[in-house]
């Protein structure tokens, strides 16, 4: 999903609003969600890219996914109990409950999209007054989908991940360098750094090479 911001006095971004993309990004990588939400810094890869052009086609109505289904398509959410803004990929309507469905480009890898689709869901049940019990997210690597349930496990799990984003947010502070199996298909690796950053030793020295007096040279 990308969020954006949406014009209208109802959900126009305050300074400590959480965009909803950046709890997927934190749960995946805390340090890429920084540098995505804090320091400004974004790049595309191949994933990045496919990605991309699944949403476009998701947002244009080409999708195989659950057709004959009442469906609203890039939906502006926002929640001011959470503080959250952003956008649904796509809202179904099962017998007139809302139905969240995000889009991924790949498979299921852990927990993290399900973070999202929770606080969509939250937004969706401020904004209209109805429970959201269940949405899912479709894979399109298999073109299946991953039904997720609302539980309140999972809502207080992204409830607290709103809290460490906005914290996170406020600090201008970017967290420590995982430097894992995570960062070579990461879009960010070359502001990132991970493999210079977490050699502590090797960063201060270069960060005193920065600072060396032009005469000294």
């Known amino acids: 999903m990308n969020d ?7 959900n126009d971004m305050n300074d400590s609003d959480v965009l909803i993309s950046a709890l997927e990004h934190y749960s995946y ?6 540098l995505i939400h804090v320091e400004q810094t974004y790049d595309e890869n191949m994933y990045t890219m496919r990605g991309k052009l699944m949403h476009e086609r998701v947002d244009s109505g080409d999708t195989e996914a659950n057709r004959g289904v009442a469906t609203q398509r890039a939906i502006p959410l926002w929640s001011e109990r959470y503080g959250l803004r952003g956008k649904a990929d796509a809202v179904e309507w099962h017998n007139g409950v809302p139905y969240p469905v995000e889009y991924k480009v790949g498979r299921r890898k852990g927990t993290h999209t399900d ?15 109805v429970a959201v019990p269940r949405g899912a ?3 399109g690597a298999n073109r299946r989908r991953h039904e997720i349930v609302f539980d309140e496990a999972l809502r207080a799990q992204t409830s607290s991940i709103i809290a460490a984003v906005r914290a996170m ?12 199996e ?10 990132c750094m991970p493999h ?11 960060n005193r090479a920065l600072f060396i007096p032009l005469a000294a040279l």
Not at 4 to 10: D, L, N, P, V, Y
Not at 29 to 34: H, V
């Open 4 to 10: 954006e911001q949406h014009s209208g006095a109802s």
């Open 29 to 34: 990588c805390p340090r890429q969600c920084a």
């Open 115 to 129: 973070i999202q689709l929770c606080a969509q869901a939250l937004c969706l049940e401020e904004m209209l007054g």
């Open 137 to 139: 997210v479709y894979y």
């Open 169 to 180: 947010v406020a600090a201008q502070q970017l967290p420590n360098v995982p430097n894992d």
């Open 182 to 191: 995570r960062c070579p298909k990461c879009s960010l690796i070359h502001a």
């Open 196 to 206: 210079v950053v977490a050699q502590h030793g090797r960063l201060q020295a270069l």
